[in-house]
């Protein structure tokens, strides 16, 4: 999944996708890709990825249905131009739009009950790692965030685990770091829901992917696929990513 944040005008991303599409062929079936163009950008993207299989997917949404939001987006407004998938509690969403696990709540329960699917992101600070708080933090983050959701929800979930000290940084988790956390989260969807649904939900790990990194990150058995930022900007570096899962 590529996170285009704030980045790419109309005219940027016609670039992008037209270098997506030249080399899609490339990557296997069975990878479903995935990608997050700002809200100006949604319904042009839906539009030239509408004979593919790349899915296009929302930054953001707003918890609300409608009503005097000024600047917001509602899940019916995504609906209506094709977009079924949100991305919510993105870091940079929680730090600098200060949005709590409690909004992040109430957004995942808006976009489950229009039956969209949701990107969940999460991840220690580092301040969080060094005081070897990350396991609590990320446990805590799940169960504010996302834990009041019921067992046949989690069809519509997909979980991406975020370190925020490796978001943007070119600082990356080892394989080792990445695969010891997701599977905690499984065991903490265990504990909470069942093994079955921990086992099923797809967990992605995000912070500083790259088409040199990608494989052995993606080579550990519960890593289940990338959330790409910077990477996912340049057409072949995100294809190259996705042909090393
Ligand atoms: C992200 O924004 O979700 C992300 C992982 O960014 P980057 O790949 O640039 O670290």
Redesign the pocket.
């Known amino acids: 999944a590529g ?1 285009w ?1 704030m980045n790419c005008d109309l005219a940027e991303m016609e670039e992008l996708l037209a270098g997506i599409k030249n080399n899609i062929g490339s990557v296997p079936n069975d990878v479903q890709l995935m990608v997050a163009p700002s809200f100006t950008n949604l319904h042009p993207a839906f539009e030239s990825l509408r004979e593919t299989n790349v899915k296009v997917v929302a930054q953001n949404m707003h918890q609300s249905e409608s009503g005097a939001f000024t600047g917001e987006v509602s899940p019916s407004m995504l609906k209506s131009i094709g977009i079924e998938t949100v991305i919510i509690g ?1 870091s ?1 969403r929680r730090s600098i739009f200060n949005e709590t696990d409690a909004v992040l709540a109430e957004k995942v329960s808006t976009a489950l009950k229009h039956g969209m699917t949701v990107v969940f ?1 999460f991840g220690e600070e580092l301040k969080d790692r060094k005081a070897d708080q990350h396991f609590e933090v990320v446990k805590q983050q799940l169960k504010e965030g996302l834990f009041h959701i019921n067992d046949a929800d989690w069809d519509k979930i997909i979980l991406a685990y ?1 370190p925020v000290w ?4 070119g600082e990356t988790a080892s394989p080792e770091q990445a695969q010891e956390m997701h599977a905690e989260i499984r065991k903490m969807i265990t504990e909470e829901f069942s093994k079955e649904i921990a086992d099923k939900v797809a967990i992605l790990y ?4 790259k088409p040199a990194n990608a494989q052995e990150i993606f080579a550990k058995e519960d890593v289940d696929g990338g ?5 996912s900007l340049k057409a072949d570096d995100f294809l190259a990513i996705a042909k090393s899962y």
């Not at 995000?206 to 992917?209: A, F, H, L």
């Open positions: 996170n944040k993105h940079e992101c975020e490796a978001i943007g940084t995000g912070g500083s992917v959330l790409i930022g910077g990477a």
